[in-house]
Every structure is written in C-alpha cells, then in structure tokens.
C-alpha cells in the first residue's frame, strides 16, 4: 500500500493541538489531534459568504473587476433601464454621481473597476451602444457592436474584449464580435446560437463561453472556448440554465445562480479547463440575472431577481469569512453626548458629556465598558465639561481642555484606573477638540475657543506639561483622528455653525500635512484607529442634515465607504481602531437630547478551518 510521504512527500504530524495555518503551503498538511483522537487536514474548499449590500435593488444588471474593486452598472428597475453605476471595495457599495449615457439592461459588460466597458442591452429596445469607464466617468465610444444584441456573453478587458451569442429582438444569435478598445470587428461565430449566456476571459483572443438558451427555451448548458481564431465545443455545464453570474478565466472558470429551475437557482459550478465540476455550497441568495466579478478562486456576485441588493462573495481556500457589520452593544447607564472616549471596543472609558436638553448639563460620570455592557464606576471628573480631548486606555487616561457650565476650560485630568488627578491645564482653553496617543504621551488639536472662533492648535502632552506645537492647517471643531502623540490623523470638522468639511490631515510628530479628503464632509464626527489604518463614522452635515450615518475607511492614502452605522448620530464617544470600534452616546436629532446607545464595529473576519477526516 501506498504511504501518505509517498503520495505527498510529507509525514502525519502527530499533535496535542491543531497547528496555525501558514500559507497556501500548508494545503494538503495532515496531522493527527491526540487531544480530540481525530485525523485532520487543511483541506482547501469553495464557499460563499455575505458582502455589503447593494445601495440600490437591482436585477439584469452587468458587472466588471475584481472581489475587493468591483463594478455594477445598468439594470433594472425602471423597466427602460437605468444607468446607474456603483463601486464595491470589498466591503461596501458606493454610488457613482455619474452613470451611464445610456440606461439599459440585459447588456454585457467587462474589464477593471478603472476601465470598463458596457456593450449593447435592452433601452427596451436593443442596442449596439458602447460606452468605456475611467474609474469616474463613462464615455461614449464612437462605433457600437456590428450586430445589436441584448442578453449576451461578454469578457476580457477594456482594450481586448468580445461579445458573443445574445438576443437581436427576433432570435438567438451566434455571432461574435472583437474589441480593440475602439472599434469592434467580427470573429468567428459560435457553434451554438443562444441568449442568456456568460462568460470568461482575459483578452479578445482568450475566452469561455457557457449557458444561456436556445429558442425556444431550451438550456443545454452547452460551452465554448475560444483562442482567437475559432470556437470549439468542450464539456457542457451540469446545470443547463441562463442569466448566471461568472468570474474568471477560459481555463479557470466560475459560474453562480440562474435559471431554470424557477424562480431561481444558487447552483454554482467550476470550471478546470476541461470540464464543470458542481460545489457543494450554493448562493445564500438564490437568483437569476445578476452580476459577477473576480475569479475562479475569489469572486463576488451581486443584485439580480427580484432587484436583490444582495451581495455574496466566493472564497477557495482553507478560510471562512464573516461580514464586515456594526452591531447594537450594551446602553450607557448615563446618556451623554459629546462624550468622549478611550481603550479598547472591549475595554473601554465613557468620558464627560452633555446628556439632556434642559436637564443637567454635564456630566462626571466615569464608566466603563467590557465589550457588552457599561458600568458606572465611583470615579468622577473633577471638573463637569463635555467636548474634552482624551486619549489612552480604559484605565490610564487624560482628558483636556473641553467646555464647562460657563464656557470653554483649559482643564486637565488624569485618570489611574481609580480616580481622576488634576494636572497642568493646556495652554489654549477650547473644546470641542480631539485627543490620540497615551496617559503619558498624548496629542490634542482643533476645537473652538468661544463662543465662535475656530481653533488650529494643537498641543502635545510629556505626561507633566502640555506644550504647544504647530498648528492644524485648517481650523476647525467638531473633528476626529486616531494615533499616537507622533503620527496622528485628523479629520472632519469644520467652522461650525458656517459649515463642515471633509479634510484630513496628518501629523509626524513636528508639523501637519494634508492628504486627501473623507468622501463626505461633516463634523460632530467619531474616529478611531492610527495615521495609517483609520475608521470614520456618523457626524453631522449641520445645518442641511441633523445626523449622519456614513462610515469611511482610511487606509494611509484614501478613504472608502464602509458599511453605515445602524443610528446616525453625531457628537458621540469612540474607542478602539479600525477593524474593532465601539461608538457610544451622542445625539440623532435637532435637539442636544443624548442616547445612551452603544454600537461595536467589526471588520471582515478570515478563519483558517480543519477538515476532520474519516474513513468510509
């Protein structure tokens, strides 16, 4: 008999525990768990799991890119077709301000998230319009296909495309068609007329073509491979069915959902080059219609029947992912707005704050947060304020400056896990300002010095004085950051009650610099995380707009949309970093009345997990 080292070149490890898994290296690995008798593997496996929803329900829709830059435009509804065009990040979906020149469905579509390209469709007519994507805009391209088609296949890129097969508002059709980047040229047809169909591809002279129907309905399943000079027939699907989703290569192929059977299928296949093999795991989402991007081994899928908004990503590997999400936690015990924080979203310190119109103006209440629940502790501030710059750890914090019952303070406190301690107060009396570092080496910058005048100040703390340093480039309150003493970044604000803003800035430890802008300006705004990896969340569009719910990624260059919190609200505490956030308190309406709602922010999670083996 045949040993394992002999097959795999490696032997049975015999272990207590399980091992940590590596890399793609670790495929195949096999040990024996003394502690729970079982024989196990990291064996690599396919399966979906939920993305960020579409803004928009939409169905018959086209889609280009990758799992994490994605594209999605046309569809319906309206009946007529819509241009709408959104963006995903392998988190969440944002709209384009621009969409396509003309609206349309069923029409194809391929390329990157930065160079697309729409073909044909149904306006509800069909048409041979073409249009290419920038990353920001589309653009009409002068010569449309040769052969006007909706519910076609289409693949490659944006300078090396085809479409194939289709509807030309009478039959199924064979043709094909390649693209340059500007004109279209006719290749050789299909072996078998069909609409409804997709593909994959990289290039005009490389592709796959799989699915869709034949006059008058039948769903052979049948797929083409294409190498630039003639189709050829290969092995059929398993699952004969039209309007699938796909993603991949002619080699490495993906398809997902369709239809029949009706209403809706989640089947989903994969293709090796020779032939479709069916995966155990199907669409949490069964549907037809809608659109795919990425490849064979990290794809996503998203809109389609029933103007889904639903988004599902394809993982092939050893790892399982959970989806990105905000989630309710435990109530303050005291509401409070323009509370501040500090920690951890496990461990986390509730700092001063506003809690009611009319009622007891501020608050010196301490708590303290475990991950699911608050906890008033007997510590209180020495000195009632809200707005304070804070920064450090459930118990080792500061809080400075902030604005007391007559007006802005130069306040400084100290927290030990125990009780607050009074200490040199900052050299600029302001609040509404922000904090980021530790007890013992901290940074304030901005807020207001009252009753109006904005503040660029900043201040750094030796953990026995504050001193000043140079100022923000922009004054402003109502702002946010994230960070140590020496490497900060600030965001939002603005010169309320004038307006907000949206620019951030970034600290080295000497002076400030502007890098770009959050997507959407605001201030009243909560913030966690450092100058490289930073989360941006809720705020206020004062005046137009009470309280917001916008969520925005920082990654050390730009920002991205994130999935919204589940209450917009604005001047509220926050703890934590990107990838692990608490927001808590602050307020929702046009009134100072504070919640004492909390919710927790959790990033996508990747888990490495074990196959049992057994003998059967």
Do not use: C, H
């Given at each position: 008999?045949?040993?394992?080292?002999?097959?795999?070149?490696?032997?049975?490890?015999?272990?207590?525990?399980?091992?940590?898994?590596?890399?793609?290296?670790?495929?195949?690995?096999?040990?024996?768990?003394?502690?729970?008798?079982?024989?196990?593997?990291?064996?690599?496996?396919?399966?979906?799991?939920?993305?960020?929803?579409?803004?928009?329900?939409?169905?018959?829709?086209?889609?280009?890119?990758?799992?994490?830059?994605?594209?999605?435009?046309?569809?319906?509804?309206?009946?007529?077709?819509?241009?709408?065009?959104?963006?995903?990040?392998?988190?969440?979906?944002?709209?384009?301000?621009?969409?396509?020149?003309?609206?349309?469905?069923?029409?194809?579509?391929?390329?990157?998230?930065?160079?697309?390209?729409?073909?044909?469709?149904?306006?509800?007519?069909?048409?041979?319009?073409?249009?290419?994507?920038?990353?920001?805009?589309?653009?009409?391209?002068?010569?449309?296909?040769?052969?006007?088609?909706?519910?076609?296949?289409?693949?490659?890129?944006?300078?090396?495309?085809?479409?194939?097969?289709?509807?030309?508002?009478?039959?199924?059709?064979?043709?094909?068609?390649?693209?340059?980047?500007?004109?279209?040229?006719?290749?050789?047809?299909?072996?078998?007329?069909?609409?409804?169909?997709?593909?994959?591809?990289?290039?005009?002279?490389?592709?796959?073509?799989?699915?869709?129907?034949?006059?008058?309905?039948?769903?052979?399943?049948?797929?083409?491979?294409?190498?630039?000079?003639?189709?050829?027939?290969?092995?059929?699907?398993?699952?004969?069915?039209?309007?699938?989703?796909?993603?991949?290569?002619?080699?490495?192929?993906?398809?997902?959902?369709?239809?029949?059977?009706?209403?809706?299928?989640?089947?989903?296949?994969?293709?090796?080059?020779?032939?479709?093999?069916?995966?155990?795991t199907t669409l949490a989402t069964a549907r037809h219609s809608l659109g795919g991007a990425g490849t064979q081994t990290a794809a996503v899928g998203f809109g389609g029947s029933g103007n889904s908004t639903a988004t599902e990503e394809w993982n092939f590997g050893v790892y399982s992912y959970s989806a990105a999400a905000w989630a309710s936690g435990g109530n303050l015990n005291t509401a409070r707005g323009y509370g501040r924080g500090a920690g951890t979203q496990t461990a986390a310190l509730a700092i001063g704050g506003y809690p009611i119109t009319g009622g007891t103006p501020y608050v010196t209440a301490t708590e303290y947060y475990n991950g699911s629940a608050w906890t008033t502790v007997p510590a209180t501030m020495n000195t009632a304020r809200f707005g304070?710059?804070?920064?450090?750890?459930?118990?080792?914090?500061?809080?400075?400056?902030?604005?007391?019952?007559?007006?802005?303070?130069?306040?400084?406190?100290?927290?030990?896990?125990?009780?607050?301690?009074?200490?040199?107060?900052?050299?600029?009396?302001?609040?509404?300002?922000?904090?980021?570092?530790?007890?013992?080496?901290?940074?304030?910058?901005?807020?207001?010095?009252?009753?109006?005048?904005?503040?660029?100040?900043?201040?750094?703390?030796?953990?026995?004085?504050?001193?000043?340093?140079?100022?923000?480039?922009?004054?402003?309150?109502?702002?946010?950051?994230?960070?140590?003493?020496?490497?900060?970044?600030?965001?939002?604000?603005?010169?309320?009650?004038?307006?907000?803003?949206?620019?951030?800035?970034?600290?080295?430890?000497?002076?400030?610099?502007?890098?770009?802008?959050?997507?959407?300006?605001?201030?009243?705004?909560?913030?966690?995380?450092?100058?490289?990896?930073?989360?941006?969340?809720?705020?206020?569009?004062?005046?137009?707009?009470?309280?917001?719910?916008?969520?925005?990624?920082?990654?050390?260059?730009?920002?991205?949309?994130?999935?919204?919190?589940?209450?917009?609200?604005?001047?509220?505490?926050?703890?934590?970093?990107?990838?692990?956030?608490?927001?808590?308190?602050?307020?929702?309406?046009?009134?100072?009345?504070?919640?004492?709602?909390?919710?927790?922010?959790?990033?996508?999670?990747?888990?490495?997990?074990?196959?049992?083996?057994?003998?059967?």
């Open positions: 008999m045949t040993t394992y080292n002999e097959i795999a070149g490696r032997r049975v490890n015999f272990l207590s525990s399980d091992p940590t898994y590596v890399d793609t290296n670790s495929n195949g690995q096999v040990w024996y768990n003394s502690s729970t008798a079982t024989l196990k593997s990291w064996l690599p496996t396919g399966a979906w799991s939920s993305g960020g929803n579409l803004n928009t329900g939409t169905n018959q829709i086209a889609g280009a890119g990758t799992q994490t830059a994605a594209l999605a435009f046309g569809g319906i509804p309206p009946a007529t077709g819509t241009n709408r065009t959104e963006l995903y990040n392998g988190i969440a979906w944002t709209s384009n301000p621009t969409g396509l020149n003309t609206a349309r469905f069923q029409l194809g579509g391929f390329g990157t998230q930065t160079a697309a390209v729409a073909v044909g469709g149904g306006t509800p007519g069909e048409t041979n319009a073409t249009e290419k994507f920038n990353g920001t805009s589309w653009t009409s391209n002068p010569t449309g296909l040769n052969t006007t088609r909706r519910k076609m296949g289409a693949s490659g890129i944006q300078t090396s495309g085809l479409a194939y097969g289709g509807f030309n508002g009478a039959n199924s059709v064979s043709s094909s068609e390649s693209f340059s980047g500007t004109t279209w040229t006719n290749t050789p047809s299909l072996n078998t007329a069909r609409n409804g169909l997709t593909g994959a591809g990289v290039s005009n002279t490389s592709a796959l073509a799989f699915g869709g129907a034949i006059d008058p309905g039948a769903y052979p399943g049948a797929t083409e491979s294409y190498n630039g000079s003639a189709w050829t027939t290969v092995n059929s699907m398993n699952t004969g069915r039209e309007a699938m989703g796909a993603a991949g290569t002619q080699t490495a192929a993906l398809a997902f959902g369709g239809i029949p059977p009706s209403p809706a299928t989640g089947a989903t296949e994969v293709w090796n080059g020779t032939s479709w093999t069916t995966s155990p304070v710059g804070s920064a450090g750890t459930q118990t080792a914090a500061i809080a400075a400056a902030g604005v007391n019952p007559t007006g802005v303070d130069a306040a400084s406190e100290s927290y030990n896990g125990s009780t607050w301690t009074s200490t040199s107060s900052v050299n600029t009396a302001r609040g509404d300002l922000w904090g980021s570092g530790t007890q013992t080496a901290a940074l304030i910058f901005g807020g207001y010095v009252g009753p109006g005048p904005t503040s660029t100040a900043t201040e750094s703390w030796s953990g026995s004085s504050w001193t000043s340093v140079n100022s923000l480039n922009s004054a402003r309150r109502g702002l946010a950051g994230g960070g140590t003493q020496t490497a900060t970044i600030a965001f939002g604000g603005g010169p309320m009650p004038s307006g907000v803003g949206a620019s951030t800035e970034s600290w080295n430890g000497t002076s400030w610099t502007a890098v770009n802008s959050l997507t959407t300006a605001r201030a009243q705004i909560g913030g966690a995380g450092t100058q490289s990896l930073a989360i941006a969340f809720g705020g206020s569009l004062y005046p137009s707009t009470p309280a917001v719910a916008n969520v925005e990624s920082w990654n050390g260059t730009s920002w991205t949309n994130l999935p919204s919190m589940t209450t917009a609200r604005y001047g509220f505490g926050a703890s934590g970093n990107r990838n692990s956030t608490l927001a808590f308190g602050g307020a929702t309406g046009n009134t100072y009345d504070a919640t004492v709602a909390t919710e927790m922010w959790t990033g996508e999670i990747a888990t490495a997990g074990s196959k049992t083996l057994t003998t059967s």
